[in-house]
């Protein structure tokens, strides 16, 4: 057996888990233009917002407020599981160390929903800000999707970690959506 046989090749293609994670990924891509959609089309007055009465800039900030309650909750929902989690395991001491995989994940939740939910407000503002008062109903339908997304999220994580890609990025692709329309808004609106 010589070296070449020993050695593994460094580009067989993707890896299972990465196959994975990418099916999560296409899933969460139609999943929120299928949300959305039915969203921006089928519950007009229900959810949105009536374009003559945002027009100021006090009535624009107080609709984020009222949507960015949204991700809050889901964050709150994660530092109260792991405030629990640690209650009735071993793991109440924080500085031994997470040892129960449940917490591990619930930790990994709470932080990546705070890093999102803090791209999701200040996306939220810049949005609400400069766009036109029609858009501003992209920002409950985007709110929705992040509820929606961050229980895909934790249901996935928990089953395997490759399965948190749907949620994952039924959180993170609407985010990226709404900076880009902020941004195309900023420069020619």
């Keep these: 057996m010589d070296d070449q046989d020993t050695q593994k090749p460094e580009n067989q293609g993707l890896?299972?888990?990465?196959?994975?994670?990418i099916v999560g990924m296409i899933a969460?891509?139609?999943?929120?233009?299928?949300?959305?959609s039915a969203l921006w089309y089928g519950a007009d007055g229900t959810l949105f917002v009536t374009a003559d009465r945002?027009?100021?800039t006090s009535d624009r900030l107080a609709y984020v407020a009222k949507w960015s309650m949204v991700p809050a909750i889901f964050l709150m929902m994660g530092v109260g599981m792991i405030a629990n989690k640690r209650f009735f395991t071993?793991?109440?001491?924080?500085l031994a160390g997470p040892n129960d995989r449940e917490l591990q994940i619930w930790q990994r939740y709470?932080?990546?929903?705070?890093?999102?939910?803090f791209l999701l407000i200040?996306?939220?503002?810049?949005?609400?800000?400069?766009?036109y008062p029609y858009w501003l109903r992209l920002i409950p339908?985007?709110?929705i999707l992040f509820g929606i997304g961050r229980i895909l999220f934790i249901i996935g994580y928990l089953i395997k970690p490759t399965f948190r890609a749907t949620g994952f990025?039924?959180?993170f692709y609407p985010i990226v959506i709404l900076y880009a329309i902020t941004v195309y808004q900023y420069i020619y609106a």
């Design 15 to 21: 890896r299972a888990l990465q196959k994975q994670t």
């Design 122 to 131: 200040v996306g939220f503002a810049a949005f609400a800000h400069i766009t």
């Design 90 to 94: 071993d793991d109440i001491d924080p």
């Design 28 to 36: 969460a891509a139609v999943l929120c233009g299928l949300i959305g």
């Design 110 to 117: 709470t932080q990546n929903t705070l890093e999102q939910g």
């Design 54 to 56: 945002y027009i100021d």
């Design 141 to 143: 339908i985007i709110a």
């Design 169 to 171: 990025g039924m959180t």
